[in-house]
């Protein structure tokens, strides 16, 4: 679940992530996109994970991807 207000996401992968960041709110032209970074245990270092939903899609069901590290998940939000 997204609260796409926040940014917060709710499930099995996202729920640790803390302090999102709403890059684009969505419309009927752009994705919904969300970004998580936090400083990584080496100098300079970043993590960087980032979820979009492509709020495009005619209907209720839109395609997201969630990206996270070597992690890539797809699928489809209702």
């Known amino acids: ?23 684009a709110s969505g419309s009927a032209g752009n994705a919904y996109k969300v970004i998580w ?3 990584s245990s080496g100098k300079n270092g970043a993590f960087v994970d980032y979820l979009s939903i492509d709020e495009i899609v005619n209907g209720s069901k839109k395609p997201f991807g969630f990206f996270s590290g070597g992690l890539l998940m797809t699928g489809i939000c209702e």
């Not at 997204?2 to 960041?21: A, F, H, Q, Y």
């Open 37 to 39: 970074m936090q400083k």
């Open 1 to 23: 679940m997204v609260v796409k207000r926040s940014g917060e996401v709710i499930g099995d992968v996202m729920d640790t992530l803390k302090n999102p960041k709403v890059i």
